[in-house]
């Protein structure tokens, strides 16, 4: 049974810095890509970051680019999420997702989801 | 303000057929596999329809999904209170080289 469990969540000051991380298992972590998507309370879903499956790709949002950083350890099984310069309006529960294939592409979808984590981010 | 279009709400009554419309551009639905997600009140997210119209297993057949030209639209058929949830439409966009998703229907079962 594939499961996802992110930690690292909580509150923080605008413009402080939050590592997310998610521990997968139940499949073969490296041979898919990965990502994190969030919703702010009571609103929609919105794609954050991807990353491939061998970690040799990262895609970003342009809401996020150049604050946030995707990666992964194949070897722990672990996802994460480095988010700096963090504003009020990242306010969000993150989840992490599995997609269907190695590669962040067109082809392939979030198959898997994570329970999430809230970041809170308010002075 | 999402980059593809949905009703806020929709409704019906146990039995009943009720469709989610689902409107994007050519650069997302136009040229790209449409997904549709289940939301449940206080939980993730889950895979509904993908490939516009393929099941993953454990999804019963009253859910449907279509695809014509830069639009979308899911089907529930014989709807149950079960149903009632948050359904999200979501298609990759060659523009924004990402996933992209809908604001979000929030279905009511009257």
């Known amino acids: 049974e594939v499961q996802l469990l992110e930690s690292g969540g909580g509150l923080v000051q605008p413009g402080g810095s939050l590592r997310l991380s998610c521990a997968a298992s139940?499949?073969?972590?490296?041979?898919?890509?990965m990502g994190w998507v969030r919703q702010a309370p009571g609103k929609g879903l919105e794609w954050v970051s991807g990353?491939?499956?061998?970690?040799?790709?990262?895609y970003y949002a342009d809401s996020v680019k150049g604050r946030f950083t995707i990666s992964r350890d194949n070897s722990k099984n672990t996802l994460y999420l480095q988010m700096n310069s963090l504003r009020v309006e990242d306010t969000a529960v993150y989840y992490c997702?599995?997609?269907?294939?190695?590669?962040?592409?067109?082809?392939?979808?979030?198959?898997?989801w994570g329970q999430g984590t809230l970041v809170t981010v308010s002075s | 303000q999402s980059v593809l279009t949905q009703p806020p709400s929709a409704s019906g009554t146990p039995g009943q057929r009720v469709t989610i419309s689902c409107s994007g551009s050519?650069?997302?639905?136009?040229?790209?596999?449409v997904k549709w997600y289940q939301q449940l009140p206080g939980t993730a997210p889950t895979l509904l329809i993908y490939s516009n119209n393929q099941r993953p297993s454990g999804v019963p057949d009253r859910f449907s999904g279509s695809r014509s030209g830069t639009s979308a639209s899911l089907a529930i058929s014989g709807l149950q209170s079960e149903d009632e949830a948050d359904y999200y439409c979501?298609?990759?966009?060659?523009?924004?080289?990402?996933?992209?998703f809908g604001g979000g229907t929030k279905l009511t079962v009257l």
């Open positions: 139940g499949f073969t972590f490296s041979s898919y890509a």
């Open positions: 997702a599995r997609f269907s294939g190695s590669y962040f592409w067109s082809a392939e979808y979030f198959q898997h």
């Open positions: 050519s650069s997302n639905i136009g040229s790209n596999t």
């Open positions: 979501a298609a990759w966009d060659d523009s924004l080289n990402g996933p992209v």
């Open positions: 990353i491939s499956g061998s970690g040799g790709s990262t």
